[in-house]
């Protein structure tokens, strides 16, 4: 089987998914996508499957529709990717399948958000569609900051924060949960904690072990499936109605997860990868 | 042994670092990407882009 890893930097979760392949005796091949010249005249490429860990948005969504079109598998597929690196995209998919999620409206222009955030009501998210960690995203509390805030995004702004996310505010009581699922099983969940409202890891937030109920399990499941399954990290608020799923990630960073969970979740990537690519190996000789 | 560019600190690398890890200068703070293993070379590290995440 010939396995490429696609990155550039290197961060502790590809280092912990290298390390564990090399323990298994499982050559790969490191695709560093800052050196990448794909062919697309080319009909076939030199990998049977792929892992895309790459931290550049743009550079895995072109690069996973070359190989998919070709026929390698990869871990996440484009169609996945192009779900979960879009939230406008992603919250579609989740109400198109009946998976509970906040209330959200888009608007194409400034005067037509500043109107939407009108009738929602505040507090509200502001969120960029393509972004992530937490960035650029904003609570807006009255009609004052509604008003600056989008007059900074249409003048300061790249073309996509012209699309505008309007995310109703969800009052978390300070946590969030991030469910780790792989290949159609909940494997682990974290609590995310911060007196923050935004309780990105990336942001400073605190995290302990979350039991994986049934509801949690079945929420995740129904969003994992929703944006076409893989490897995904599913972001869920707890709220009086019940668990509502925020994101959807498609390259999780879990290196915050491992110890409070106990679960090796570096070792269930590659399992998974590995599962895969014997199946298509299979399919193949077939 | 590398040295940052920065302050020409001595940066001591893991012995499982990998190629394309990003480390700090203990000294200054500054980032760095290793660009090679052996022999050790770095070089600074990419900035943050607009699409970047998980």
């Known amino acids: 089987m010939r396995l490429g890893v696609l990155c550039s930097i290197v961060r502790t979760e590809e280092k912990l998914i290298f390390q564990a392949l090399r323990a298994r005796g499982v050559p790969f091949e490191k695709i560093d996508d800052r050196q990448l010249s794909l062919d697309l005249q080319a009909r076939q490429l030199p990998w049977d499957i792929v892992l895309e860990r790459a931290v550049n948005h743009a550079r895995a969504l072109h690069t996973l529709k070359i190989l998919n079109d070709r026929g390698v598998p990869t871990i996440n597929t484009w169609d996945v990717a192009n779900v979960c690196g879009d939230k406008v995209l992603t919250t579609n998919a989740l109400v198109q399948h009946d998976v509970p999620t906040p209330r959200t409206r888009i608007a194409y222009t400034p005067e037509s958000a500043l109107a939407t955030i009108e009738a929602m009501g505040y507090p509200i998210v502001l969120k960029p569609a393509v972004g992530s960690w937490g960035r650029l995203i904003a609570r807006v509390n009255d009609r004052h900051a509604a008003e600056a805030l989008l007059e900074h995004k249409q003048i300061l702004g790249s073309y996509h924060h012209s699309i505008f996310y309007i995310q109703e505010y969800v009052e978390k009581g300070g946590r969030d949960i991030r469910a780790f699922v792989v290949g159609g099983k909940t494997i682990c969940a974290i609590y995310r904690m911060s007196e923050h409202w935004i309780t990105n890891t990336a942001r400073g937030a605190t995290t302990a072990n979350c039991p994986v109920t049934d509801e949690l399990d079945a929420v995740c499941l129904g969003a994992a499936r929703a944006v076409g399954g893989g490897v995904l990290a599913i972001d869920v608020f707890e709220t009086d109605q019940g668990l509502l799923v925020n994101e959807v990630n498609y390259t999780m960073e879990f290196r915050n997860s491992i110890g409070v969970t106990g679960v090796p979740i570096h070792e269930r990537i590659v399992d998974y990868v590995l599962s895969v690519g014997q199946a298509q190996a299979t399919t193949a000789t077939r | ?54």
């Open chain 2, 1 to 54: 042994m590398p040295k940052c560019l920065e302050c020409d600190a001595d940066i001591r690398l893991k012995a499982d670092v990998e190629s394309g890890e990003i480390v700090d200068c203990p000294d200054c703070g500054t980032e760095f990407e290793v660009r090679s293993v052996d022999p050790p070379q770095l070089d600074y590290a990419p900035k943050e882009e607009e699409d970047w995440g998980e």
